[in-house]
């Protein structure tokens, strides 16, 4: 199977393994097997997700995206616990309105943090990494509680 995306980049796959990656003049040889939709989002751009919404949840098929928050009031996201994720996701929240971005653990998912789960102040991007099965290490632009 051959995947061209933006006519610029070629993937060259065969089987179940990425034999080659090419985006002239650089070749780098990915030997590993892949599900397609995990190797797309790889090379995608962060998705930029804007939203006024004041409550919802994320899933594992919004790893890769910034969700950027619109809200006059605060605004709770939660963490669900309920699909598998992989090791190694990310999802970026960024506060663009005054309404602090909250990060709450769903069923079973513990949210890792020196002190809080929520954004500081308008415009702090804050991320959650998963580092074990739902296990996810919030790093970014913190509140503090003192």
Not at 59 to 71: C, H, L
């Amino acid at each position: 199977m051959l995947v061209t995306i933006n006519q610029e980049i070629t993937i060259y796959i065969d089987d179940d393994e990425v034999l080659s990656y090419d985006n002239n003049p650089q070749i780098i040889n990915l030997n590993f097997n892949y599900d397609p939709a995990m190797l797309l989002k790889i090379i995608e751009h962060v998705r930029i997700v804007n939203t006024a919404e004041t409550a919802f949840t994320v899933y594992a098929d919004d790893w890769g995206k910034m969700y950027v928050t619109s809200s006059d009031t605060p605004v709770t996201v939660t963490i669900s616990g309920d699909v598998l994720w992989g090791t190694g996701q990310l999802i970026y929240f960024q506060q663009a309105g005054v309404g602090e971005v909250n990060l709450v653990a769903g069923a079973g998912v513990t949210l890792q943090t020196p002190d809080a789960t929520s954004t500081r102040t308008q415009y702090s991007t804050i991320c959650i990494v998963q580092t074990d099965t739902n296990t996810w290490a919030c790093m970014g632009d913190l509140a503090y509680y003192a």
